[in-house]
């Protein structure tokens, strides 16, 4: 399993773009990228998932370089209930279905 | 749709007592199943994970044992418990198709070991 480095913390206003990074540099050729919103005292909740290039839905963007060794979650315009740690995970169905949460990075969404 | 249940919601119990959490989902068949604990609020631990009925697999050692006797019930269980076991357990779920592991997780249970 793939393991993925990102920032422990970030700050920002109401209304900004925010755009978190995730190194992994040892993902395998059926890696996906996936990212988990947690808040507190409730469990991860899925927000997007890709292979490369990029991914869009109501949430967020997923934009995934060529080489795939890093990824970046986009969040347009967030608000104070964006407020919550983000987990960018990496695997795949065949290694069991496991998914290994590492620090997250904690975003603190200011008025 | 598909649901999940966790209870009890909050457990207090003393050191050295036995524990058990079960975890339900509703919805759907042969899912994989996952216990996750979380400790100081940050980073979840993968515990146990199984793909079917009594199959279970531990990802890390510890006083804690997971069952699964039905498709879709997961139990997590320990004999006696250590104050190191307080955490936020986490059951989730998925669905095994490839390429798509999205976990569904519940809504937890909060321990303290006094």
């Known amino acids: 399993l793939a393991k993925t480095t990102q920032p422990i913390s970030m700050d920002s206003y109401e209304g900004q773009e925010v755009n978190i990074t995730c190194s992994h540099n040892?993902?395998?050729?059926?890696?996906?990228i996936t990212w988990y919103q947690q808040f507190p005292s409730q469990g991860p909740r899925f927000i997007i998932q890709?292979?490369?290039t990029k991914v869009t839905n109501e949430v967020a963007s997923l934009f995934i370089p060529a080489d795939r060794k890093s990824s970046t979650l986009s969040l347009p315009r967030v608000s104070l209930s964006d407020t919550a740690v983000y987990y960018c995970?990496?695997?795949?169905?065949?290694?069991?279905?496991?998914?290994?949460f590492g620090q997250g990075t904690e975003l603190s969404v200011k008025p | 749709s598909q649901t999940i249940h966790q209870w009890p919601a909050t457990l207090v119990q003393p050191v050295g007592s036995p524990l058990s959490l079960e975890c339900t989902v509703e919805g759907t068949s042969n899912p994989n199943l996952y216990w996750y604990r979380q400790a100081a609020g940050r980073g979840l631990q993968l515990l146990f994970y199984s793909v079917g009925i009594g199959q279970i697999s531990s990802e890390v050692p510890q006083n804690l044992s997971a069952s699964r006797p039905q498709d879709r019930q997961f139990i997590l269980s320990s004999k006696k418990l250590l104050l190191s076991d307080s955490g936020f357990y986490l059951c989730a779920w998925s669905g095994g198709v490839a390429g798509n592991n999205e976990q569904f997780f519940g809504p937890g249970t909060r321990l303290t070991v006094l």
């Open positions: 890709g292979y490369k």
């Open positions: 040892n993902i395998a050729t059926n890696d996906y």
């Open positions: 995970l990496v695997g795949a169905y065949n290694q069991g279905g496991k998914l290994i």
